[in-house]
């Protein structure tokens, strides 16, 4: 006998990721629609736009399926989950630049990205700007502990890293903004 949804609802998500895993498109369906909201936001933070993160989010939940099974219980659900959303963002950024490299050439590409990030500064406030303007390694801590609420520890499994390496990254944020309040203040 099957289990009922609401028995299902309370079901461990690394139990529907086995389940699913195996092909059970209800535990699959009842997965993405517990995880969505978390899988958009994570996605907004690192493109930085509604319609890419839209994009994103929908790309990991249509290759999800095959992913399952890789999946390992020895990790939680989410934190693995986190991890295929960090490689398809950096997967996408890398073939998005490939892209823009090959239809416009090194130097134009160079020029309108300059460009654009000149207007981004003067279009979002002054924390956006900021985040976009740290290196994507960066970026990611923050979106995940800040962003996500992710502990130091947490956000060093997620990343495959130590909890060191994280807090230093922190420590590099904070320079980096303290630059960045200090040039525009100058």
Not at 58 to 84: E, G, N, Q
Request: net charge positive.
């Amino acid at each position: 006998m099957r289990p009922t949804i609401t028995m299902r609802m309370k079901t461990s998500d690394e139990a529907l990721a086995q389940a699913a895993s195996d092909g059970d498109s209800e535990a699959f369906g009842l997965l993405a629609r517990r995880h969505y909201d978390r899988l958009f936001r994570l996605s907004w933070r690192l493109t930085g736009h509604k319609a890419d993160a839209e994009d994103l989010t929908h790309d990991i939940l249509a290759a999800l399926p095959a992913k399952l099974r890789s999946f390992r219980s020895d990790a939680r659900f989410t934190t693995w989950l986190y991890r295929v959303t960090l490689n398809a963002a950096t997967d996408r950024a890398r073939k998005a630049q490939r892209r823009r490299a090959a239809r416009e050439g090194w130097g134009q590409d160079y020029t309108r990205r300059a460009a654009e990030a000149a207007d981004a500064a003067q279009a979002q406030d002054w924390l956006t700007t900021a985040m976009r303007a740290l290196p994507a390694e960066l970026r990611e801590t923050v979106a995940l502990t800040l962003g996500e609420d992710l502990t130091q520890a947490q956000a060093a499994e997620v990343m495959g890293l130590s909890e060191g390496t994280i807090a230093w990254r922190m420590s590099e944020v904070k320079r980096h903004l303290r630059e960045m309040a200090t040039e525009e203040a100058g």
